[in-house]
Nanobody, 121 residues
Framework: QVQLVESGGGLVQAGGSLRLSCAAS????????MGWYRQVPGKQRELVAR???????NYADSVKGRFTISTDNARNTVYLQMSSLKPEDTAVYYC???????????????WGQGTQVTVSS
């Protein structure tokens, strides 16, 4: 079993920055991708940023140029650097790992507990 522990959320003024971290409680045998998603009341969870095992990245159009996803594989950690924050970025942010704890298939999706990001005007 694995836990994904998120940190770094909080309250920030518009235009400010936050850095979210998501650390796995143990190493993975293999990682296919890591990502960040967010959800607000009444709306579906949406992809914010994703990075594949090959290093390619995808960002939601709404965050391109403002958010950056990165990893520290040695520390089993994925980060989301958020800059120029806007009130519409307010949401609960969830990290996601797709991979294997053990050597045998299949891959599974693992989720963090969520961390609240609130951006004031």
């Amino acid at each position: 079993q694995v836990q994904l522990v998120e940190s770094g959320g909080g309250l920030v003024q518009a235009g400010g920055s936050l850095r979210l971290s998501c650390a796995a409680s143990r190493s993975f045998f293999s990682i296919n991708a890591m990502g960040w998603y967010r959800q607000v009341p009444g709306k579906q969870r949406e992809l914010v940023a994703r990075i594949s095992s090959g290093g390619s990245t995808n960002y939601a159009d709404s965050v391109k140029g403002r958010f950056t996803i990165s990893t520290d594989n040695a520390r089993n950690t994925v980060y989301l650097q958020m800059s120029s924050l806007k009130p519409e970025d307010t949401a609960v942010y969830y990290c996601n790992y797709r991979g294997r704890i053990f050597s045998y298939p299949p891959d599974y999706n693992y989720w963090g507990q969520g961390t609240q990001v609130t951006v004031s005007s």
